[in-house]
C-alpha cells in the first residue's frame, strides 16, 4: 500500500518585505532567482531518487514562499516537470500557489495551469489601499482585482483569498467591508488571520509592546468581534468554517493544509523548509549560499532532525486536531496510538468540559466558541503536566 505524501516547495524571493513578515525571505536579482531554480530541481531529484519515497503517492504540492510568483511560467514548468519525473504524483493531486497580486499576468498564469497548477492563493490581505500601504503591501486592491479575474479567465477554478484583521487603526467596519468586497467575487476559499506582531520586524519596532504606536492596535475585545463578524458574514454567503481561520466553498477546502493538521507526511524542499516523514522531523538550513552548494546532496542541508516520542505525537495529535472545527475523531485517535484519549488526557479534557471550553459529542472533541476564543489556552491545559 502506498503511504500519501504532501509536498512543499519554499521560493524564499519576494519584491520588497513587507512591514509584518517574518517568513524566510527577501528580494533577490533575476541571476538569484535562476540558480535557486536549478539548485531546487536539483534537490527534487536527490530526494525523488532516494529509497525513502519510493513507496509514496504525492497528494498535493504547495509553492509557499516569499511570493512563488515571482517566478516565470517556465521556471514553474521546468520546477513541475521534476516533481512529476521523481515523484509518483496522483492524477487529482491538488497544486497550490501562493501569489501575490500584481506579480501575475495572463502569460505567466496560462503557463502555470500548462505545469499541472489548479489552486492559487492571492494574499490579497486588505481591500483597503490605506491599509495595504501600511502593511508595506506592493499591491493595490484594484491589482488583485485584475489578478483575480485573470486568473478566472485562464481557467483556475479553485482560488483562495487571504486577508488580515487586526491592522493598526483599523475598525470593525473597515474589516467588513474588506469582506465584503471579496464575498462579490466569489471565491472558493477565505483564509482569515489576524495579524501577529512577530519579533524582529518593523512592526514590531513601530506597535510592539511598550511603544508609543502601540494603541493603534484594535483591542482584544476588538479583534474577537473581527473574528466573529467574519463567521456570521461568510456562513451567510455560503462558506463554512472547517479550521479556526479558515472558511470554504463545501468541497473546496485546502487540503495540503488539512494534512498538516492531520500530521500526514510532508516533505519540504527549498530554503528553510520542514519535513515530517513517518514521526521523523527535520528542516533545511537557512543559509542561502550554503543550500546553493549543497542542494543535490539532502543530508548536506538538513539540521534538527528528531524522532518523535509517542507523547510528543499525542501531543501533535491534539493541538493541531483542534484546530479543525470538526475536532479530534476519539476512535482514530485509539488506533493510532493504542489508548484511549480518555486514558491519555481524561482528567484534563473534564476540566475543559466543566468551563464550556470544549465538547465531546458524535465520537469527536472539539472547541466550543467560547473555546475558540481562547484556543491556546485550552490546548496547553489539555496537555499539562502529563507523562504518557
Known amino acids: 500500500m502506498r503511504k500519501e505524501l504532501e509536498i512543499y516547495i519554499h521560493i524564499p524571493f519576494c519584491k520588497r518585505k513587507c512591514a509584518y513578515c517574518d517568513f524566510l525571505s527577501g528580494p533577490a536579482d533575476d541571476?538569484?532567482?535562476?540558480?535557486?531554480?536549478?539548485?531546487?530541481?536539483?534537490?527534487?531529484?536527490?530526494?525523488?531518487?532516494?529509497n525513502l519515497y519510493n513507496k509514496t503517492t504525492v497528494s498535493s504540492v504547495f509553492f509557499g514562499g516569499g511570493t512563488p510568483t515571482i517566478l516565470n511560467g517556465r521556471q514553474m514548468q521546468r520546477i513541475m516537470k521534476a516533481i512529476k519525473l521523481h515523484?509518483?504524483?496522483?492524477?487529482?493531486?491538488?497544486?497550490?500557489?501562493?501569489?501575490?497580486p500584481g506579480t501575475v499576468n495572463r502569460e505567466k498564469l496560462a503557463a502555470y495551469k500548462k505545469a499541472g497548477v489548479n489552486r492559487i492563493s492571492f494574499g490579497l490581505q486588505s481591500a483597503k489601499n490605506e491599509?495595504?500601504?501600511?502593511?508595506?503591501?506592493?499591491?493595490?486592491?484594484?491589482?488583485?482585482?485584475?489578478?483575480?479575474?485573470?486568473?478566472?479567465?485562464?481557467?483556475?477554478?479553485?482560488i483562495n483569498v487571504d486577508l488580515i484583521s487586526a491592522i493598526p487603526g483599523q475598525s470593525l467596519e473597515s474589516w467588513?467591508?474588506?469582506?465584503?468586497?471579496?464575498?462579490?467575487?466569489?471565491?472558493?476559499?477565505?483564509?482569515?488571520?489576524?495579524?501577529?506582531?512577530?519579533?524582529?520586524?518593523?512592526?514590531?519596532?513601530?506597535?510592539?509592546?511598550g511603544t508609543e504606536?502601540?494603541?493603534?492596535?484594535?483591542?482584544?475585545?476588538?479583534?474577537?468581534?473581527?473574528?466573529?463578524?467574519?463567521?456570521?458574514?461568510?456562513?451567510?454567503?455560503g462558506y463554512y468554517r472547517y479550521e479556526i481561520s479558515n472558511y470554504a466553498k463545501p468541497g473546496k477546502e485546502c487540503r495540503h493544509n488539512l494534512g498538516y493538521w492531520e500530521r500526514k507526511n510532508y516533505l519540504g524542499m527549498g530554503l528553510g523548509s520542514s519535513s515530517l516523514f513517518?514521526?521523523?522531523?527535520?528542516?533545511?538550513?537557512?543559509?542561502?549560499?550554503?543550500?546553493?552548494?549543497?542542494?543535490?546532496?539532502?543530508?548536506?542541508?538538513?539540521?534538527?532532525?528528531?524522532?518523535?516520542?509517542?507523547?510528543?505525537?499525542?501531543?501533535?495529535?491534539?493541538?493541531?486536531?483542534?484546530?479543525?472545527?470538526?475536532?479530534?475523531?476519539?476512535?482514530?485517535?485509539?488506533?493510532?496510538?493504542?489508548?484511549?484519549?480518555?486514558?491519555?488526557?481524561?482528567e484534563n479534557v473534564a476540566r475543559m468540559q466543566r468551563e464550556k471550553l470544549v465538547i465531546m459529542e458524535d465520537g469527536f472533541l472539539r472547541l466550543t466558541e467560547k473555546g475558540i476564543d481562547v484556543s491556546n489556552y485550552v490546548f496547553g491545559e489539555i496537555l499539562r503536566e502529563k507523562e504518557i
Not at 182 to 204: D, M, Q, R, W
Open 213 to 237: 504606536e502601540e494603541e493603534k492596535l484594535p483591542t482584544e475585545e476588538e479583534e474577537r468581534r473581527m473574528y466573529w463578524r467574519t463567521k456570521e458574514l461568510l456562513e451567510e454567503a
Open 176 to 209: 467588513e467591508e474588506s469582506l465584503r468586497q471579496v464575498l462579490k467575487l466569489n471565491p472558493e476559499h477565505l483564509s482569515a488571520y489576524s495579524l501577529i506582531i512577530e519579533e524582529g520586524t518593523p512592526f514590531a519596532t513601530l506597535y510592539g509592546e
Open 31 to 50: 541571476n538569484t532567482i535562476a540558480c535557486y531554480v536549478e539548485k531546487l530541481i536539483d534537490e527534487i531529484g536527490a530526494q525523488g531518487d532516494c
Open 87 to 100: 515523484f509518483r504524483v496522483a492524477e487529482d493531486a491538488e497544486i497550490s500557489v501562493e501569489a501575490n
Open 131 to 158: 491599509e495595504l500601504k501600511l502593511l508595506g503591501r506592493i499591491h493595490t486592491f484594484e491589482d488583485f482585482l485584475e489578478s483575480f479575474w485573470l486568473a478566472r479567465e485562464c481557467g483556475f477554478e479553485n
Open 278 to 346: 513517518d514521526n521523523v522531523r527535520w528542516k533545511n538550513i537557512e543559509d542561502l549560499e550554503m543550500y546553493l552548494e549543497n542542494s543535490g546532496e539532502p543530508e548536506m542541508i538538513q539540521k534538527d532532525r528528531e524522532i518523535l516520542s509517542v507523547t510528543e505525537q499525542m501531543e501533535e495529535f491534539v493541538f493541531l486536531g483542534l484546530r479543525k472545527t470538526r475536532g479530534i475523531c476519539m476512535k482514530e485517535f485509539e488506533e493510532t496510538f493504542g489508548k484511549s484519549l480518555e486514558e491519555c488526557y481524561g
